[in-house]
């Protein structure tokens, strides 16, 4: 069935290096991919999306990437900050919804 | 705007009680879904609907009932709780479901089923 691989599970970093979470997605109908962050206590939030006409977006530190071909979108984090830290998830839409990562816990040291 | 609220924050159930989960949304959004959210899977959809008086089953549907008689409100039932569904549930709306669209969650509430 579909279904959304998400890697790594936890990413340790130093305050001001990049972080990068990886997903690969089955349905190749799908042709929105957003990111959530999901911070202690909350409720997942949008950070950024991409649809499949294009290849990247960006939005200052956060950026994504899509690669139709091989199925495979990622998340670059680039001056990671002590706030970054949070669970990150990637999905992909499909008819009834959309289809979840299992999540990726980024820690950031200062 | 509130967004999506979501009631109780939290609760706890014994074995066989049923319970209704609260979810409202201010925005006038015509799609409405439940995610269940357990430690190393994901969220996982149970439920939705594209619009009042419209549900259907989404992945993990089995336990659960739900209703949509307004455009505002999404009420998850569990009929007979049991304790695999112990988890954090969200509520998420966006304005349709032409899957290219924000969804906007809710603030969740834990379930703990004794």
Redesign the interface.
């Known amino acids: 069935g579909e279904n ?1 691989e ?1 890697h790594p ?1 936890t990413l340790s970093v130093q305050e001001g290096d990049s972080a990068v979470i990886k997903c690969t997605y089955s349905d190749s109908a799908s ?2 991919f ?1 990111w ?1 962050k999901q911070e202690l ?6 950070i950024i ?1 991409i ?1 499949s006409n294009v290849g990247e977006k960006k939005d200052q530190r956060i950026a994504v990437t899509l690669n139709k071909t091989a199925k495979h979108f990622s998340l670059h984090i680039t001056e990671t900050q002590p706030e970054d830290s949070a669970v990150y ?1 990637c999905a992909a ?11 990726t816990r980024l820690q950031v040291f200062p | 705007n509130a967004g999506v609220t979501q009631t109780p924050k939290f609760q706890v159930l014994k074995t066989g009680q049923s319970m209704t989960l609260q979810c409202a949304q201010d925005m006038n959004h015509e799609y409405m879904s439940w995610y269940r959210q357990d430690p190393g899977m994901g969220l996982r959809l149970i439920h939705y609907s594209v619009g009042a008086g419209i549900t259907d089953q989404g992945e993990v549907p089995n336990g659960y009932n739900v209703s949509r008689s307004t455009t505002e409100d999404f009420p998850l039932r569990l009929l007979s709780a049991a304790p695999s569904q112990t988890s954090v549930y969200f509520c998420a709306s966006s304005y349709s479901n032409q899957g290219r669209e924000t969804q906007y969650f809710g603030p969740g509430t834990r379930l703990l089923v004794l």
Not at chain 1, 41 to 46: A, N, V, Y
Request: glycine share 18%.
């Open positions: 959304v998400q599970s042709n929105y957003p959530y206590g909350k409720g997942p939030q949008l999306d649809r998830f839409n499909r008819p009834i919804g959309l289809i979840f990562g299992t999540g």
